[in-house]
């Protein structure tokens, strides 16, 4: 493998390199600099960061697409996301809409809010 398909893979698995680098117990900074901004890297680090990334777990805080289906049904039922916006002011449209598109993965405060409200488990 190379650095960019091990970059890739990153991005791939964990979205950000900092949630990566949170849960894989390394430093964002060390990183950042001997690996992913390095001029040159060695092959046995290559190696060892690609055995990482596949060893290292995605992050458990994720939403899964059926509970996205779930929530798009629920929101349908609701009158769609702008009645159901303009009903319950706590809810942005603009989050909403990035929730059902999957822009939003991960379990947020206001993500639970949302998921709650339609007594939806996660």
Same mark, same amino acid.
């Given at each position: 493998?190379?650095?960019?398909?091990?970059?890739?893979?990153?991005?791939?698995?964990?979205?950000?390199?900092?949630?990566?680098?949170?849960?894989?117990?390394?430093?964002?900074?060390?990183?950042?600099?001997?690996?992913?901004?390095?001029?040159?890297?060695?092959?046995?680090?290559?190696?060892?960061?690609?055995?990482?990334?596949?060893? &290292? @777990?995605?992050? %458990? +805080?994720?939403?899964?697409?059926? !509970? $996205? =289906?779930?929530?798009?049904?629920?929101?349908?039922?609701?009158?769609?996301?702008?009645?159901?916006?303009?009903?319950?002011?706590?809810?942005?449209?603009?989050?909403?809409?990035?929730?059902?598109?999957?822009?939003?993965?991960?379990? &947020? @405060?206001?993500? %639970? +809010?949302?998921?709650?409200?339609? !007594? $939806? =488990?996660?």
């Amino acid at each position: 493998m190379t650095v960019q398909q091990v970059k890739k893979r990153m991005k791939d698995k964990f979205g950000q390199y900092s949630v990566f680098a949170r849960l894989a117990g390394l430093d964002r900074y060390e990183l950042q600099r001997d690996f992913l901004e390095a001029h040159r890297v060695d092959k046995s680090v290559i190696k060892a960061m690609a055995e990482l990334v596949e060893k &290292t @777990g995605a992050p %458990k +805080d994720e939403i899964s697409p059926e !509970k $996205i =289906e779930e929530l798009r049904k629920a929101l349908v039922n609701a009158g769609g996301v702008v009645k159901f916006c303009r009903e319950n002011t706590g809810f942005a449209e603009q989050s909403v809409f990035k929730i059902l598109a999957g822009k939003r993965k991960r379990l &947020t @405060g206001k993500v %639970k +809010d949302l998921f709650d409200h339609f !007594k $939806i =488990e996660i």
